[in-house]
């Protein structure tokens, strides 16, 4: 899982609609789509991963990777950008933490 | 904490860590030794921080500007009309009409406006959730049955994702 830097973006104001492209992107489309496909019936909420993710990180961390660890928690953190921005913060600073 | 790196978010630093302080000490004992006490910690801390940023990023956005155009009347299945009406390009058109018929067949307005404002818009969870008077777990279950009904929809009705990315891809 490629680690942005989760603050910088932050900083950065909204672009105000009226100057955006009009239409659908693209690229965002095949996103959707891509996460319609992947949906699964027994996806867990922001809370359940929000009690795990202090472990799951410390373990991603440790080994370096995911690897397949805790699939449930992969495949939220791949549908649900906040928890996603939250857990490459997290990572970040247990990096930090450990230099 | 990164935050104080930037002299302008020294006192945000500051308000976020009392918070988080506060916090600590009101959840104390929902702590249950899976991880090490200061990686909960700063768990709880990038929370409370990234909750306030993002606040602080889109306050001045309203959902109303953001879904005022519905992107999802407009799938990117272009058809270039140079192009001879081939088989192919008849068959992207349906698919798209298709595709365009089932969002609006199988989505409430509340999951459209949600779908569009986080998937679209680029709006965190958090701030869609806030505007929509909901916690942002129960927009998370909102959009969650969304995909779950154009993903059901879309297999009842034969649609291979693969077909429309290729459709895409060559539009």
Known sequence: MRLTNPFSRFFKKPAPESSKKRGMDKEKFQQMLKAIEQTRQDELSCDEVAALIAQFSEIVQDRGEADNLMPLIQHHLEMCSDCREEFEALLRILSQSNA | ?171
């Open chain 2, 1 to 171: 904490m990164a935050f104080q790196q930037r002299p302008t978010v020294a006192p945000l630093a500051e308000e976020v860590a009392q918070d988080t302080l506060l916090r600590v000490l009101d959840r104390l004992d929902t702590f249950e030794g899976r991880s090490q006490f200061t990686t909960w910690v700063h768990t709880i801390a990038v929370r409370i921080g990234l909750t306030e940023l993002r606040r602080q990023k889109w306050r001045d956005v309203s959902l109303e500007s953001l879904t005022d155009e519905d992107d999802l009347d407009n799938v990117p299945l272009q058809i270039k009309s140079d192009l001879p009406a081939t088989e192919t390009l008849i068959e992207k058109a349906d698919l798209l009409a298709r595709i365009q018929r089932i969002i609006a067949e199988e989505l409430t307005e509340k999951q459209r406006i949600a779908l569009v404002a986080v998937a679209f818009k680029g709006m965190p969870l958090a701030e869609v959730a806030r505007r929509m008077g909901m916690e942002r777990n129960a927009l998370y279950k909102l959009l969650h049955d969304a995909r779950l009904h154009l993903k059901k929809r879309l297999e009842k009705e034969g649609i291979l994702p693969s077909d429309v990315y290729a459709a895409i891809e060559q539009g």
